[in-house]
């Protein structure tokens, strides 16, 4: 599952098929299945603030154009990713779209 993306991660949520989210996750954040189990669910209860999803939407921006520290605070936002795990997940996503 190389060829994925956010979107593919948001189309999971809303067919409510949480295994092709968490699959989806931990391709894209390198996450293990269990840490891509906690942050998918983590991110499922946060969807009903319409105000979530703006800050979910924003993290394509902050990882084309921010700085780690704003990719960091949405990671742990969005998805409960803290130390280490958000470390990596930010090396993750330099990995899979570098910056240009």
Request: glycine share 8%.
């Amino acid at each position: 599952m190389s060829d994925v993306s956010f979107r593919d991660f948001a189309g999971a949520i809303m067919k409510g098929d949480t295994a092709s989210a968490n699959e989806v996750l931990a391709t894209l954040l390198g996450l293990s299945p269990e840490q891509a189990s906690t942050a998918t669910a983590h991110f499922q209860s946060r969807t009903s603030d319409p105000s979530f999803m703006m800050k979910a939407m924003s993290l394509r921006m902050a990882v084309t154009s921010g700085s780690d520290d704003d990719i960091g605070a949405l990671l742990e936002e969005c998805f409960g990713l803290t130390g280490e795990t958000r470390a990596s997940s930010i090396a993750a996503l330099h990995a899979r779209y570098p910056r240009t």
